[in-house]
């Protein structure tokens, strides 16, 4: 065992990832090298990305990357020190771990365990897991064959298409040399592993006078249907051909799913009892001074009531990565505020409950029975709108964001689209397209990858396309 | 005396080490392996900037406080001569490197903020002098205000030196006082210059600074009492009080000490004539509830079982109370930055009980619906859980009352927990007059009256005379 | 350690850094592991040569190889934390694809492994529709060896007093009552490179990059009014710690950091005591500061001059560019005014992108965007450059590539990335107040914060933005912003500062699939622009 652990660890004849025997013998190598007398704690990510990137009809890279993120913390005497390595043999680990000792001696803050530790409540394991065989198991031969299909259409049709196919896979632990494996604090991480998958596509025309797109992300690669992504960016490019300038100003939107997300995004950031009860954000309400507390708008109605926004953690459609203890949790109620995200030291002192709550990380918006079609055969005078791109937020009392159409902006006319628009600027706020909503779909899943390899936060979310009123958009772009 | 929970937090090292002074008393920590300290030979000659001098000196003082805190200092009673101690040798070392190279009258006063520290710290008293002078002639003496300001940030680096320089501190304020200055401004920092000497044990500058006190708060308008910045002083205590205190210190702590070894009635009267003496104001006025009766503690589980066979606090005894909330003292969540917040009242009360054994100490806690990071959490299991804790302490003797705190929820889905008071924190109150909380310690004689809540450093002189005085005096 | 501050790195020399971690990370060469050597260690060249022989056994046309040390040093006043990594790329070409493969690993397996994987993964590909990629030419580099020249190396300093000096800026600042220091801390990187290319070529390159944040927050108490302002001088350098300790660093700032914050403060003070006024939208003259008109320069044409982003390969990412016939505009299309010229380069001593040879082992050469206000070129690489083949056949010179490949570490594939730019400063000695002072009535913007569309050709921006009155700041706008569009807005450049204006600013640029992230500085004077349309970006339709 000792002659494999000297060797630079190799991620080759073994799978792609960490498992978590692997992870948990590297655990034990670690606390083994830690000097005196005090915690050791790691934290271990590794990713594996299987990635295809094509431009102008043809693939430019295609690639097998793996990493991992090795971070160890130490105390030593009143210290805490720590460092971040990505090698796993033994000489390796054991500088790391006398560099996390060295910095706990220069760090300049007092800290020791606590006077007792009473047993931590059992760990109750996750039912559910992100891991699919058809993410995990698809080859770059795979990935070559989908980019073809993709493209072909378009090149047929003269149109240059480009796109980027990725399928990974990441594992995490998070370990305590105090607790032996299996018994794990609420703030441990016990090993689990998942997979996630991204395809988008963007067809535009050679001149540059249309362009469309269509993308999606999901845990289970079987549940991304590539054929149906690149007919609709090949459609929406088409039909977006040579769009005409229109006046700025206030208009009936019909958004698709994701120009939806797009907006909900800018929600998302908000959603902390942090903010709310220290008066900063949208939702606080009033100071109370008897209570010497802020009021917040928890149990007001902000939204549209047909409106919900929650999620389920073991929920396979959604694909939330599992963490113990985690419950479902409704943002949302029919447009009443219901929740918003607080540590674990909130929810023990100032709600007796036991876990934190995370914020809108992945989340599920219920919608209504409404097609897109019908929406549009409804609308005297709007726009569709594909997506929303370049999203900054302006305000964070309102929420008030600006941000771009692209990709695909129709002006609906007496219920029929008549023409292709000039994308356009908006200055609006999503609480107030929530708040102005006509007509709700059929919620469906939307494209929200991670951005980076060691994010551990996988973020779907399942949204449905709507129409509101009197949407703001203020200026006019000659981008397309 | 609210309890300081350190936390994680990357603030001003001025801050930091500010916190780190009060959490130094801990208990043993468990056996642990030597290490060495952090190396402090940074190149600190070669710094050229006053504020880095200033940042090396505060980090070294903070790794040794860091040190103090690791080491068993289970032992140490409270340093009244913490501010007069010579200055850490490492410090001085650091220092005298730094400001090697300014010297007077070369310098620049625009640095003059950060320079007269740096002086301070490396024991150049003289330089210091002759850079203050600089500054305040640099100032047309017709900006009186100018001068003044100067004269007060002196001041403030002449108390906070270590070793404190209060002859310095004293010789400013004359300085301070010939200018027609704002006169709730003067009476602050005489307020500062008396506590400073008299925590340090300096009695004879302390109760100089008291006469000048009281000299100004005598000279007073009336606007000036009702203002907010008389009604804030000493951290919203109000003007009042520290008057009350600058009569204290003129009759000086043998006066009072006396007055209980006569009796507690005659300890009550001799404050009581204090704070007319001091506010003109009838005696029953005193805003300590001094002379009180000892509410009985109520709990609803005791530890031991049979603690409260009696109520208590039991007559015949002199007894202690002692306000712990675990909550408080602890971080919760998690372990992460859990830092011993209450150590330094549980210590104390334990080198105060174990010095006299004849003293009852009972605990009063509560609980909250959570322990660290358990819950749910019945209130009997929660209570079982903070006994474990101050067991840990190994006070001998101890008795603990815990009760259910109160509560009710904001409405769903808000449903924050809003704590109401217990039977104990309206009690000890006493009739709203006195501010209860984590930390509180109340000391009270055999007949259960109260002799002592707010000089935390003077119990054990107050237990002396009681228990000598019950010998004697019976 | 050595007491002795400075340790002068010369260019072209590696000198092994001498520990500050204990020792870590392991390669292994023959059968057993070891420490890794420094990087121009010959064993190393060994190791990259499996890899290139084992993609061209696999069938690669062309290979190249990468391999990284990285160390990220975070500074902050009270401590101070490490991270290490190894990694290690190969890229290689068949038929026309690429195909990349990387991991953490530095030992003969690995290599094989990766080169025969990188070769895979083309293949994978080189199925489909026949690709021709044709490479510029790149000269063989012979054992080459370079260093970022650095006063200050950040990780031979000791931590404390970088501690120190950190600790004492917070205390600086404290000096003005009320002020306080929101954020500050630091990060510095170095990163040992060895590349290797079926050319022929092999180099060693160590690069050093520091930044900072510095946030202070003011509250004055007469009048009641709070504030705050960031230290401009921290943007990323090719620096070593003389980017906080220099006395003075040349187009960074003109003076000590302690005197920067202190006159930041003071102007600040002052723009606070401003009376505060809402904006009248319409079209003014502006003055622009040196940084927003680096930002501005960066965002549109150092955006769009891109050639890999004009020809639609990051169409599914970023966008596209408005210069979208690369061919048809080079030599005629007007980027702006006749007096705007633009040029870049990877050479220019403490500017981010400045290297001694780009990630495809090319030299890069200063060379020219915008010439007298027309197209002269685009950021290539030795693949891009091959698309304007044609331009380069049209002008006689030579086709090869700019130098502008470039991957944050052996784990990605280089990717096409900015170059350092520099606006062409003025012949008036004319810095931003002195613009200023030539106004009668405009206003004048600070630090600009830009949003752009997704062709880089028209963008929103919000900043401090200012009334001027016969050539003085009168009035604060209060939120206020201004849009524009990218062409318009340099053809009414109407004055450019003197080179006493210009000052330099590191960016960092997101780009590619995955996304990859790069460095590079502009350096920009200050500028008038006639006519900018002012909004109020809070009022909607």
Known sequence: MSAWNDRPRRLIDVDRILSAEECESIAHRVFAFARGDGETKIRLTSWWNGELRWARNRVSLASDRRDLRLQIWRDVGVGRGNVETNQLDDASLEAAVRGAERSARLSPLVRRPPEIMPPFPAFAQPKTTIWADATYGATAETRGEIARAMIAPAEKKGLLSAGYLEMRAGSLVARSSLREAGTYAPWDVPYVQWTQAQCSMTVRDAKGAGSGWAGLSNFDWSKIDAGALATRALEKCVASQNPVALEPGRYTVILEPQAVADLVEIIVESMNRDSAESGRGPWPLAQDEVLRLWRTKLGLKVIDERISIEHDPSDPALGILPEPWMKPITWFDHGVLSSLSFDREYALTMLNENNARRGMIGYRMTGGETSTDEMIRTTVRGLLVTRFSNIRMLEDRSLLATGLTRDGLWLIEHGKITKAVKNLRFTESP??????????????????????PYATELTPAIVPPLKSRDFSFTSMIDAI | MTATVLRATVSSRWHLAAMLALAVVAVAAPAQTSFQWPDTTAPVSSYTQ????????????????????ADWTDTLPFDRQAMLRPALPAVTEIATKCAA????PTTNLADFSRLLPLYLAASRDSDAARLVARRIAAIPATNALARASVADSAFDAYIHARPARFGAAEDILVHRAHSSANRLERMTIYNTLMRATRDAGDSVRARRAARWLIAVADSLTREERESETFQRMEDDAGGRYVVYEAVSVLAGSGAILDSLRKSTAALVALERATWTNATGERPEALPIPLGKQAPPITADFWFPGDAARTPRPTRGHVSLVLFIDAAECMLNGTTEDAA??????????RRLVERSPEVELTIVAQTHGFFMYLQPMSPADEAELIRQWLDT???PRMAIAVTSTPNWRLPAPDSRRVNKPTANDINYAFDKTWKTGNQSLFLFDQQGILVNAWHYQEMADYIDVLLHRTTEAN | MSLNRRTFLKAGAIVAAASALPRPLMAQFGDAPEPIPPIDDPRLKDLTARALDAARAAGAKYTDVRLTHTRTRRFFPLFTFDEESIEVGVRSLVDGYWGFASGPVWSPDEMARLGRESVHQAKANALGGTRVVELAPAPVVHSGNWTTPVQIDPFEISPLETQDFLASLDIYVQRVPGSSTQQNQAIGETQAKAFASTNGSYFAQRSYRMEGVLAIAMRLTKPRKEGGLGLGCLTPSALGWELYSAAKLPLVREHSIYEEIRRGMEETRERLMLPVKPVEVGRYDAVLDARTVATLLDVTIGRATEIDRSLGYEANAGGTSYLNDPLAMLGSFAMGAPTLTVTADRSVPGACATVQWDDEGVEPDNFTLVKDGILADFQTTRESASWLADYYGKTRSRMHSHGCASAPSAMHAPLQQPPNLTLTPGREPLDFDGLVKGMDKGIAINAAQLDMDFQAASGLGTGAIFEVKQGKIVAALES?????????????????????GSRRYGMSTQKGEPASTSYHSVTAPPAIVNQLTLVDPLRKA
């Open chain 3, 480 to 500: 206020a912003g201004f849009l524009f569009r990218a062409t318009e807005l340099w053809k009414a450049l109407h004055a450019i500062g003197g080179g006493v």
């Open chain 2, 340 to 349: 011993r917040g209450c150590a330094a009242p549980l210590v104390n009360a």
């Open chain 2, 50 to 69: 006053v504020d880095e001098c200033l940042a090396a000196i505060a980090r070294v003082r903070a790794a040794k406080e860091r040190q103090d805190a």
């Open chain 1, 431 to 452: 609480l107030f397209v929530l708040n102005s909503v006509d007509q709700l779909g059929v919620p469906v899943p939307v494209f929200r990858p991670v951005r980076s």
């Open chain 2, 393 to 395: 302490y190994h006070i």
């Open chain 2, 101 to 104: 190279r300014f010297t007077e």
